[in-house]
């Protein structure tokens, strides 16, 4: 990947200056990603995201004193870790939402269906996620704190509550 960064650098000494800059926090960048994503390729797009953003801006950071590009690397890379988090989160969402199939019941009817539908989608998107991670995915709890970056013991909780929440609109009957 150093090569397409490179690529982004007119200057040779500029050129050389980013490739010491990759090589000292290439495993920093890296270690920040993962700790956030808890996922291996996920983080070696973030990283990969991180280093082609200070290419593209390295003539402006170049000049930085040490403990501000420090900063700026860890803010950089922190910040493109949450937002490839966030994006993996609506991706769920919207592949989750998009298929019916994932609380049909063979005894249930269309009209049943279609309110239990119109029920969880009136619910909110963190415990319509909770709800579709455990009963159309199967997961268990230590999966699910793993999935969304919470514990198990909190996984529980919010699949409790998003149950009884699903439970009041049920028993309310009006869409």
Do not use: W
Not at 32 to 40: F, G, M, R, T, V
Not at 70 to 84: G, L, P
Not at 95 to 107: G, L
């Amino acid at each position: 990947m150093l090569p397409i960064y490179m690529a982004l650098i007119d200057d040779e000494k500029d050129k050389k200056a980013f490739e010491k800059l990759y090589n000292k926090y290439k495993n920093k960048v890296h270690a920040i990603s993962l700790n956030i994503l808890k996922n291996e390729q996920l983080a070696e797009e973030s990283t990969s995201d991180t280093f082609l953003s200070l290419a593209k801006c390295f003539q402006k950071i170049k000049h930085l004193e040490y403990h501000k590009l420090d900063y700026y690397i860890v803010i950089t890379s922190r910040n493109m870790a949450k937002n490839i988090s966030k994006k993996e989160k609506e991706n769920l969402m919207t592949v989750s939402y998009d298929d019916d199939s994932y609380f049909v019941n063979e005894n249930m009817s269309c009209y049943e269906f279609e309110f239990l539908k119109g029920c969880i989608k009136k619910l909110k998107v963190d415990d319509q996620e909770i709800l579709y991670l455990k009963f159309s995915c199967g997961l268990e709890y230590s999966e699910i704190s793993k999935t969304l970056g919470i514990t198990s013991a909190t996984a529980r909780k919010r699949l409790q509550y998003a149950k009884n929440r699903l439970k009041i609109l049920l028993e309310k009957g009006d869409l």
